[in-house]
Nanobody, 118 residues
């Protein structure tokens, strides 16, 4: 069973940076993708960024050029570097792992809160 633990959230001012981490315990088979989603107050959860086990990345338009997703396969950890943060980036950020196969397996973390406010 894979368990995900996010860390790195907090309160920052607009324009500042934060780095989120998500460590996965247990074996994660390939191929897979490690993603970040977020949910702002009163809104639906939305996709932020993804990185596959092959290293391909994709981003939501709202974060392109500001956020960078990366992973350390040896540590089973995915990172989200967030620069030039905006108040609208305020949300609970969730880590998600999908293992591709005949039956895709999905795992979610419990989330970490990011608040961008002056």
């Amino acid at each position: 069973q894979v368990q995900l633990m996010e860390s790195g959230g907090g309160l920052v001012q607009p324009g500042e940076s934060l780095r989120l981490s998500c460590a996965a315990s247990g074996s994660i088979f390939r191929p897979n993708a490690m993603d970040w989603y977020r949910q702002a107050p009163g809104k639906q959860r939305e996709f932020v960024a993804t990185i596959t086990s092959g290293g391909s990345t994709n981003y939501a338009d709202s974060v392109k050029g500001r956020f960078t997703v990366s992973r350390d396969n040896a540590k089973n950890t995915v990172y989200l570097q967030m620069n030039s943060l905006l108040p609208e980036d305020t949300a609970v950020y969730y880590c998600h792992v999908i293992v591709f196969g005949s039956n895709n397996m999905n795992y979610w973390g419990k989330g970490t809160l990011v608040t961008v406010s002056s």
